[in-house]
């Protein structure tokens, strides 16, 4: 793997809590317990599978919208932010979960005739 100092958009690494080389270990062990892991974009769950050595599903996939387009109902938790000019990755990680939520719920229970047709329902006449 190349030299991760820092990254693409220009946040270094050790201006986090975790040390890169850290990452791996402090990963795997916050995943163990779930059976999908999800990310948004496919640079991000290569990355991602990479780490953990596990497949990671795109968001992707399943029409969720980008993460720049929801209305963020969490407030970030973390101490002001050094880079304004970034999208908060604790807000949008809500954000995606909760529209996650959505749709495995929405697809779980909303189940539509295959058949539509005007009438969903018998009619019984009497006179």
């Known amino acids: 793997m190349a030299d991760h100092e820092s990254i693409v958009n220009g946040i270094n690494?050790?201006?986090?809590?975790?040390?890169?080389?850290e990452l791996h270990t402090v990963l795997n062990e916050a995943v163990a317990g779930f059976a999908h892991l999800y990310a948004y974009g496919i640079?991000?769950?290569?990355f991602l599978a990479g780490l953990t050595g596990r497949p990671i599903h795109n968001l992707e996939d399943v029409n969720c919208p980008p993460?720049?387009?929801?209305?963020?109902?969490h407030w970030c938790t973390l101490p002001r932010h050094?880079?304004?000019k970034y999208s908060c990755a604790n807000?949008?990680?809500?954000?995606?979960?909760?529209?996650?939520?959505?749709?495995?719920?929405?697809?779980n229970f909303v189940q539509c005739p295959p058949n539509m047709t005007r009438h969903t329902a018998d009619f019984v006449a009497a006179l």
């Open 43 to 46: 640079s991000k769950c290569t």
């Open 13 to 21: 690494w050790m201006d986090g809590h975790i040390e890169y080389k």
């Open 82 to 84: 050094r880079f304004p």
């Open 67 to 73: 993460p720049d387009s929801f209305n963020h109902e």
């Open 91 to 107: 807000k949008t990680a809500h954000s995606l979960y909760d529209w996650l939520m959505y749709y495995l719920q929405k697809k």
